[in-house]
């Protein structure tokens, strides 16, 4: 049955370009929504801008434009690199536009109605650059503890959520759901946070003009907008349009996964339901935080000045490769540590040695000695642990994708790889050509079958990960219809490939890199 399946990315602040932090998320929400279509579900994958508030404001300030201005030009560097990068979304979503405005104003009134607002006074810390107020013990040195940015003592009047009378019941929610909040070292984090005790949170700013306006009230004394966090979480409800098109919402909605990093997990896994319970909306399916990309043991951002530009990347080593590398390098869990070597090693073992050379060798092998019109196997023989290596990779490789588990799924498509190289050096396919028995011949075209059947089927499993890639891999062995299937994942299954093995030749799919020490572009 075609079941419904809603991904999003954390919508990015449109400050500068995209780094190749925000294209882990990208990237990783991309893969899950391709593997997923290929299972032949109903999937919906959006992903978008954050472009509100004082961080927005200030830097709009700093380069002399309106804030209107500043994100309609860097939206457009984040819409080219998602094309750069093959990201297949359905839906792209500006937190200025006016359906989304519309929604966020809707559920606010909502809130204010049911009691669940109330004006009162914020005095306190208030970080710009997380967009996060903070309590007197997340600041230590006029920074924050968490982050390690700067903070300003802010007083104002500001509207507040109870989200103190939700606490209890998320912790509930939390403690009953494992899979709720997934790795388990975040949800052990946010039960930690809970325990500490949740205080009502200011959901608006007197001294922010860029954003959302509050509904109106008359207790106000000034005019106040709302806060970027209530408005940027809406994003991810807005974008179904609920009045608009309620059907789509009630489909979608509840099977909602939110990638994100692990530093908005607080927004995303405490806040974020609370609104929900009280807007008595259904909470998301599942939030998984992945770790960061760090260097030198530094989380990668702009503001630290580390930030590494994907597109120059991919013009180098392109696209598929990147890809492929930020997902296979990293436990998707964990903070991993980029550097320029382990990206050539990577790609120059995996994708040039392992997979592409083998697929260029097992293709000219097929030419060569497996001739039109004399390639037909028998199918039930067996000249090789092949099959088997095959239906070991497949389940698990299943496994990992619905977990996240990206790397595993990889290293579970890759043991196929690994076996059809050995395959090919212990059966040694050039001597048994040689051979005059006939036993010879039909041992030579069953393993090179085998060897071709194994590189289909790994690489339909690579295709969420290397999109252009592997339907070249696919032309070369003569498989491309396999993906044309609406169910290509399920329907994969050895032997179902292909009866006769035709094959063609072209470049290498993966030239191998030449590691250049002082290459820093
Ligand atoms: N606008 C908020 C998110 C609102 S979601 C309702 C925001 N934007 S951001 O531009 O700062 O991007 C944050 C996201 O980018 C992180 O949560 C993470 O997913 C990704 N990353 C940014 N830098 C990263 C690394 N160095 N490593 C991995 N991911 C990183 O926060």
Redesign the pocket.
Known sequence: MKEAFYITT????VTDAPHI??L??TVAADVRARYERMLGNDVWFLTGT?EHGQKIQRKAQERKVTPQALVDEVVERYKDAWKDFEIQYDDFIRTSEERHHRTVRKYLAELIEKGDVYLAEYEGWYSVSDEAYLTETQVKDGKSIESGKPVELIREESYFFKMSTYAERLREYIEKNPEFIVPETRRNEVLGFLKQGVRDISLSRTTITWGIPMPESKQASKKHTVYVWFD??T?YISALEPDKTPEKFEKFWPEAHHV??K??IRFHAVYWPTFLMALGLPLPKQIIA?G??TMANQ???KSSGNAVDPRELAKKLGVDAIRFFILREFNFGQDGEYTRETMYQRINADLANDYGNCISRVASMIAKYMGDGENVVDIDGKASNLAEVCATAIPAYHQAMKKFLFHKAIEAAWTIVGAVNKCIEDSAPWALAKSQDPADKSKLHRVLWECHESLRIASVLAHPFIPGSSVKALDFLGSRQSLDSQSAMKDLKWGSGLKKVTVSKGAPIFPRLEWDKEDVG
């Open positions: 954390p919508i990015y602040y932090g925000h882990y998320s954050d940027a979480l994003n994100i990093g530093d908005i992945h960061w990309i989380k990668i951002s």
